[in-house]
């Protein structure tokens, strides 16, 4: 079974994406951003690859104004090479890539130019995928839109205007269940209707369902059945609700009982996990180790110093279960959520600080030992901002760490 998650990888360097405004948007620079795109596109493919994550969102932000009239360029044919380099990749580990277009992405709008501009974007992303070389299996999924006053006859637009796509959008384009609008019986009943298959969204089920009695395997086995063997294996979304926010927020991260009592619910069904989460691959990787029961002493590396700033005690405990050799998945991944629960304290970050620097102190030139020495000074005095010397510790270890780059102490999310 894949784990994987959506568009944006957390703590890995050179993956963030970029864009411009619209009165920036010249050729030069839309070329500019496209080809640094691209790079962190296949940056965060080799992250995943190393990682064992082989599903994955492709963000809708590859290319600045992709289907808008601003970007006029051939960037299919410009970048063709790229593509195909990043698409090998893709194909050769198996990956399964998708996209998601947003929320403005509305097929069934009373209004025509909504429609056509609809369709212009799943153009768009649809020419991304085949720009990849990837076949029907990498799925562009879209909700169903509004209701405009009378859902059956939204329905019968919707159905309309898909029969207007492409066959090459067709093969591609799967639906889903929002938390507003259209249950799952609704999207089961327009996939019946056009053959379109159908992912079933745990949360926004949970907070608009069809029938509350029926569990989320009844609704999968239900949704499972629109996939045919030529649209791969059938994927859902999985999220959590974030407490402390309006309902369909999805949580900071995945807390691992609730994932694997889903998880031990679904395991007979043949499927792929899309998590939607704030903290995107890191919650794919914590799910995969503790299905798979994959070593954690690289992911101990990784955490070990954002744990410690929010709890001494949760750190120290940690690393006497890597000593008895007593480590167990969930225990780990429990103390983790434990500890991000809290609230940082300073004198914890100043711990932290000084034990990433005892590892690069005797790699580092004189002039940026002084530096570090007066920033640590003065960030104790509340004279710099905790940023900035973490930003700078940071770019050491990126210099002289290759692997200590990837702690989480220096990012935020």
């Not at 009165?23 to 839309?30: D, G, P």
């Not at 080809?35 to 809708?60: M, Q």
């Not at 562009?140 to 898909?162: L, P, Q, R, T, W």
Request: charge should be positive.
């Amino acid at each position: 079974m894949k784990i994987g998650y959506a568009c944006i990888s957390i703590g890995v360097p050179n993956t963030e994406k970029h864009t411009c405004k619209l009165n920036n948007a010249t050729e030069e620079r839309l070329l500019e951003i496209i080809k640094s795109n691209l790079d962190a596109l296949e940056n965060t493919i080799n992250y995943n690859i190393e990682n064992k994550i082989y599903l994955f969102r492709i963000g809708s932000d590859l290319i600045p104004f992709g289907s808008s009239p601003v970007n006029n360029l051939s960037w299919w044919e410009i970048f063709k090479d790229k593509f195909e380099s990043i698409g090998k990749k893709i194909i050769t580990n198996k990956i399964r890539v998708s996209m998601h277009p947003g929320q403005y992405t509305v097929l069934n709008s009373p209004n025509p130019e909504i429609v056509e501009r609809a369709i212009a974007d799943l153009e768009y992303h649809n020419r991304i995928l085949d720009a990849l070389g990837v076949d029907s299996k990498s799925k562009m999924v879209i909700h169903i839109g509004g209701i405009y006053n009378d859902k059956s006859k939204a329905i019968e637009v919707f159905i309309k205007n898909y029969q207007k796509l492409t066959e090459s959008i067709k093969r591609r384009l799967i639906i889903e269940n929002d938390d507003k609008l259209y249950t799952i019986t609704d999207v089961l009943e327009i996939s019946r209707k056009t053959k379109i298959p159908v992912v079933y969204d745990n949360l926004h089920n949970s907070i608009n369902p069809s029938d509350a009695g029926k569990s989320d395997s009844f609704w999968i086995e239900l949704c499972s059945k629109t996939w045919d063997k030529k649209d791969g294996v059938p994927k859902v979304h999985y999220s959590q609700q974030d407490p402390s926010k309006r309902n369909g927020s999805h949580s900071k991260t995945i807390i691992l009982d609730k994932f694997l009592s889903y998880y031990n619910s679904i395991k007979g069904i043949d499927l792929e996990i899309m998590l939607e989460v704030k903290d995107k691959n890191l919650s794919a990787i914590k799910c995969i180790n503790s299905i798979n029961k994959y070593p954690l002493e690289r992911e101990w590396d990784i955490y070990k110093y954002l744990v410690l700033e929010h709890s001494l005690e949760l750190y120290k405990l940690i690393n006497e279960l890597f000593k008895s050799k007593e480590i167990i998945h969930q225990s780990f991944y429990n103390h983790i959520e434990e500890a991000l629960e809290t609230e940082t304290k300073k004198d914890n970050t100043i711990i932290a600080i000084n034990l990433i620097w005892n590892i690069l102190k005797n790699k580092v030139q004189e002039k940026e030992k002084k530096r570090f020495v007066n920033l640590l000074s003065r960030f104790k005095k509340d004279q710099v901002s905790e940023k900035a010397i973490k930003n700078y510790l940071l770019k050491l270890a990126s210099h002289y760490n290759s692997f200590l780059k990837y702690n989480l102490f220096f990012y935020s999310f």
